[in-house]
């Protein structure tokens, strides 16, 4: 049996309120390696020509107030 295969079995015993539990913890987790890859993909400038185009279409008048 996986790894994958035996968390599926335990999390399918889990009670109402365990799954309940771990499904928060899992989310929780999952906000934190976003927030990570996030925070990592600034550091290396992957995300500065999403920053460029979206300043200058600010400057341009190319946006709208939400």
Do not use: H, N, Y
Request: proline content about 2%; glycine content about 4%; hydrophobic content about 40%.
């Amino acid at each position: 049996m996986t790894k994958l295969e035996q968390i599926e079995k335990s999390v399918a015993s889990l009670s109402k309120d365990e799954l309940k539990e771990f499904a928060a913890w899992f989310a929780e987790l999952q906000a934190e390696r976003w927030d990570r890859q996030i925070e990592e993909d600034v550091a290396a400038g992957k995300l500065d020509r999403f920053a460029e185009e979206a300043l200058a279409e600010l400057k341009s008048g190319r946006t709208r107030p939400l």
